[in-house]
Structures are given as C-alpha cells and as structure tokens.
C-alpha cells in the first residue's frame, strides 16, 4: 500500500509540471484551455514556465497549482511576514497601527498615491 502512494504521488507530480496552460497578452494568471477567459490570442506554456514569470491560476477555471510553488511558499524563515506596519502616522502625530502589504510600505488610508 506504501508504494502504491508513493506512485501516486509521483505520477501526479510528473502530470502537474508537464500540463500546458494558457496566458494571455495582458494578463497575470494563466488558465486552463476550458476558460472562458482564453482567447484565440493566448499562448500556450507549460505549468512551470506560468509560475517562473509570476503568474497566478486563474479564480474562475481553478488550474492546478505547481507543486515548485507551494515548496517556494513554505521555504520562508520562521517570522519572516509579508506585511509590515504602516509607515504613516495618525492626526494625532502617532503611528499608524494597521498592517500592510503594499510595496510602498503605507496603509489604505495613509497611500500617498
């Protein structure tokens, strides 16, 4: 029963890093060839390649995600956060308590933008 999973896992593997998918001109997620948003115009790539560029699964034909991405994810040091806290400060003259992700390193309310 072990090797049967251990199979398994590889023959899913070997499937999800060898599926093409689509990526269109303008876009940022790639898609499978079912999508409604893949057009005449999208170029066709292997799964890999989609999560090399930075694109992302698309939310509406839920492609499979690549297994190098998700070791990506857990490779990052303990305590280690995507968001930092927000570089404006309130009118009081403190500093801003929300957290944010935003390159820019300033909240939605304090974005000088």
Do not use: W
């Amino acid at each position: 029963m072990k090797y049967f999973k251990i199979l398994c896992f590889l023959l899913f593997t070997y499937g999800v890093k060898s599926q093409n998918v689509y990526k269109t001109p303008s876009g940022a997620k790639y898609h499978l060839a079912s999508c409604r948003m893949v057009n005449n115009v999208s170029q066709v790539i292997p799964i890999a390649s989609a999560v090399e560029i930075g694109l992302e699964p698309c939310k509406i034909c839920k492609p499979p995600i690549s297994i190098r991405s998700n070791l990506a994810s857990q490779n990052r040091a303990k305590g280690e956060s995507s968001t930092v806290q927000c570089r404006g400060t309130t009118k009081a003259g403190t500093r801003c308590k929300h957290r944010t992700s935003i390159a820019n390193g300033y909240c939605f309310q304090h974005n000088p933008d």
